[in-house]
């Protein structure tokens, strides 16, 4: 979405709003498929070896509850939140039959705010690439130490975590 921006305010900026149309139709049409996976699937969704590490039963529970209660709030919060958590909330909606009026009314509001928002971040950043590119240079040991501290962080993290759960059924 943010890519769309920056070739918006780079490249072709006359076509701007035609590049916001075709973006946010890709985001709907992504949440759809993602939809209609959860509610085609339904609980054999479980069986397959990466959902089965996201979506657990406890989850889909929390989320319907978030549902029942927050209803657009949790949709447009989760359009904020990365890819991979987002499609499990999408796959969740299909999963407890949420009414496909019901999900589309939500996710095509939340979608438009969220596809908005990235899109005018791209576009503002790819206006002010020049700007954006000398704070990086002048940054840029300090931004790659920090992801890098990051990812090593993770990654022992992940591995403490694996070995505690192996050496527990032990």
């Given at each position: 979405i943010m890519a769309g921006g920056v070739l918006a305010?780079?490249?072709?900026?006359?076509?701007?709003?035609?590049i916001f149309i075709w973006v946010y139709i890709g985001s709907v049409l992504s949440a759809f498929i993602t939809y209609w996976v959860g509610r085609f699937l339904g609980p054999r969704v479980f069986q397959i070896h990466w959902f089965n590490r996201i979506l657990t039963l406890k989850r889909v529970e929390t989320t319907r509850w978030l549902y029942d209660h927050y209803g657009m709030w949790v949709f447009i919060g989760f359009r904020f939140v990365?890819?991979?958590?987002?499609?499990?909330?999408?796959i969740t909606a299909g999963l407890i039959h949420m009414p496909f009026k019901k999900f589309l009314e939500r996710d095509?509001?939340?979608?438009?705010?969220?596809?908005?928002?990235?899109?005018?971040?791209?576009?503002y950043f790819g206006e002010n690439w020049e700007l954006l590119l000398h704070y990086f240079r002048?940054?840029?040991?300090?931004?790659?130490?920090?992801v890098l501290t990051l990812?090593?962080?993770?990654?022992?993290?992940?591995?403490?975590?694996?070995?505690?759960?192996?050496?527990a059924r032990n």
């Open positions: 305010s780079r490249c072709v900026p006359e076509h701007s709003l035609r990365p890819g991979g958590i987002r499609h499990a909330m999408l095509l509001f939340a979608c438009f705010i969220s596809t908005l928002f990235f899109f005018f971040l791209g576009f002048k940054f840029e040991h300090w931004i790659i130490g920090i990812a090593v962080a993770g990654g022992l993290t992940w591995w403490w975590l694996h070995h505690r759960k192996v050496s």
